[in-house]
């Protein structure tokens, strides 16, 4: 069997989930204090970090078969690179900032502005439709100073608590797009490896949806079960076992962790009892 090449971020946030996630999916990687590659002990998958902005092109030219990384890469770099799995972490937005004292009102006060950015085509691929004109200055890293040493009027960067604008005397006032990690192929897979893309991709869906849900086990009325049931939807059927009291049953089921208090308080007007939650590791479909 062939061995699948990943690529996913050198360090950082990105590369501490990309790990995680790979361990959560049951993958074992060895991988040492700055090492650029490591292989799985129990899965035919090659690791190599690399720098984040590297990973489009590394795609393109068939270099790795898949990759981690963020979706704001590939709209900049690589849109015709297939996104397979959206992953639900490190989220952004790549958004377009101003100093606190412009008077900003809509997108044609950006008209003839210079624009310092490390997204210079997803820049013109949202101002060129609406005809407005601007000055691209491309620059990496700490493009949120440009404003403040006269370099440019406006940026466009990534932002996630809006922290790094305030404290640079910024704020923003359009977002281009919402930004999270993706898991993405490259146009010259093998079909050799498709096969362990889906077994991969068959165990990361596995995690995200463990991670989007929580068990849950009640103590509820028989005459009741019928009501729960239409609130608790996730998984085909309910799993309902008779308690030692006569007229009422254990009720297991699954609950989105997201509307968890909601559906809660739901459960405990129906008459609901004795509710536990707990966490689910894996949740196979």
């Known amino acids: 069997m062939s061995t699948l090449k990943i690529a996913i971020q050198k360090s950082g946030r990105l590369n501490e989930e990309s790990i995680q996630l790979l361990k959560d999916a049951g993958i074992s990687i060895d991988n040492g204090i700055d090492q650029l590659k490591a292989e799985a002990s129990n899965f035919p998958l090659e690791v190599l970090y690399l720098r984040n902005s590297d990973i489009p092109q590394y795609l393109i030219d068939g270099v790795v078969d898949i990759a981690i990384v963020g979706d704001n890469l590939l709209i900049e770099k690589g849109k015709d690179i297939e996104v397979i799995q959206k992953l639900g972490f490190s989220k952004c937005k790549v958004s377009i900032a101003v100093p606190k004292t412009f008077e900003y009102n809509s997108v044609k006060d950006l008209e003839g502005l210079r624009i310092a950015t490390s997204y210079p085509n997803t820049v013109l691929d949202f101002l060129n439709p609406q005809g407005i004109n601007v000055d691209i200055h491309q620059i990496s890293g700490s493009v949120e100073i440009a404003p403040n040493i006269g370099l440019a009027d406006a940026i466009v960067d990534i932002v996630s608590s809006g922290s790094t604008l305030f404290k640079n005397n910024l704020k923003e006032v359009e977002v281009i797009f919402k930004s999270e990690a993706v898991l993405a192929v490259s146009p010259k897979i093998s079909p050799e490896s498709q096969k362990i893309i889906d077994t991969l991709k068959f165990r990361i869906e596995s995690v995200l949806r463990a991670r989007k849900s929580k068990y849950i086990l009640m103590n509820v009325p028989n005459d009741k079960i019928d009501d729960v ?52 590791e894996k949740m196979v479909l």
């Open 229 to 280: 049931a239409k609130i608790l939807q996730v998984l085909r059927s309910l799993t309902v076992l008779p308690l030692a009291q006569e007229g009422w049953s254990s009720v297991h089921s699954v609950i989105e962790k997201d509307t968890f208090w909601e559906v809660i308080d739901q459960l405990k007007e129906l008459g609901a009892e004795g509710i536990l939650v707990c966490p689910i």
